[in-house]
Every structure is written in C-alpha cells, then in structure tokens.
C-alpha cells in the first residue's frame, strides 16, 4: 500500500461531492469508488430490485454485510491506483471496514452546502423531481444521514455555498496539502495515515 492516498467523502445530498470526484478524476487522475451507487446497483441485482437496501441503509445504518460483497471490485480499483476517493461514505463504520479489509486510512473530507433552496434546485433537476418532492425527500434524507455523521470523525470540512471556481480553488487548497513533501516524508510501508495528514492541516476539522 505504499504512497496511497485516500479520500473518505462524506456530505448530505445535492452538495457537490458528485462535483468534488469529476474535479479529482479530470484534474488529479484519482480513481472513485462511488461507493453507495455499487451498492445500489449489487443490492438490485441480489434482490431482484428489492427495497431493502434503504432500509438497511438508512433505517438500520448498518452497510457492511453488503460493502462484503463488493470487496473484489473494490480492492481491483485500490491495488491499480495510488489516489482513491471514496464517495458516499455514511459513518465510522464504513471507515473501519475500508482499514481492516485493505488497510487504507483515510482522510475524511465534508462537503457542506447549507443553501437548501439551492440544494432543492439540483436534486429536483437530477432526479426530475418537483421542487416540493425534491424538499420532502431531501429532508428525510438529511435527518438519516446527519444522524451517521456525527461520530465520523471529520478531518476536513470544505464549504460549497459560492461559485465553482471557488469551490474547485479549495479543492487545489487540500489537494496541496495532501501531495506535499511533509506528507511524503511521513509515509511509510502503509497508506499515509490520518494523523500525517493533519501535520499538514495543523489542526483536525479545518473549514475551508
């Protein structure tokens, strides 16, 4: 696992992190493991379109007897990369299991947006929802998900509520951080850790 780098992306819907992974992918050639989409897809399959997976989900907050299924998928895109985004993260959990089955740690990044009439706007155009639809099911899932975040251990929160530019601009500012010769030279035989990251971020929980 030498010189890996790993991003645990976690944020509410409609937020920016698809935005976030294109960045990385065109920008820094990282490899995204769209984590809760290859659950989504696995669990349709297994089930034959079975809503079960919500609620193990959300209801249950519990996805690793279904993250078990995707490990050789999984593990194929993180032994041929040296920089992963992991989008879609919900918790701890998820986190624990990325460590004890590949031994990656990760920095956890938090996309935060908080103009919802924005947020309304994008998920009722994605999913052509109406915009009162949109609000509805986006409130359900925020009260789920804010729920699952809060004992996640947060490195990094970058603030998405101006221009693209300016979003894209914090990115560079966490990309710098993370590929400097500080966080090189603390590396080891493993992926550079969190605690090494933060030598770079002075501090956990950095808003940016």
Known sequence: MMNKKCLALFGLKATGKTTFCNF??????????????????????????????????????????????????????IDNSNFIVIEG?????????????????????????NDNELRFKRYSKRNNYSIETAKEKLQESDRLRISSFIN??????????????????????????????????????KSIVRHQYKLNFQKSNLVI
């Open 24 to 77: 990385l992918k065109s920008k820094y050639n990282a490899s995204i493991i769209y984590l809760s989409r290859m659950l989504e897809k696995k669990v349709c399959k297994l089930t034959n379109g079975n809503q079960i997976y919500y609620e193990l989900k959300f209801k249950l907050n519990n996805r690793i007897p279904l993250m078990n299924y995707l490990k050789n998928e999984i593990k194929e895109i």
């Open 152 to 189: 996640s251990g947060i490195d990094v929160i970058i603030k998405n509520d101006t221009s693209m530019k300016d979003f894209e601009n914090k990115i560079d500012l966490v990309m710098a951080k993370l590929f400097s010769k500080k966080a090189e030279n603390n590396g080891d035989d």
């Open 89 to 113: 993260m919900l918790c701890e959990e998820d986190c624990k299991w990325f460590k004890e089955n590949f031994g990656i740690e990760c920095l956890r990044i938090y996309i935060e947006n």
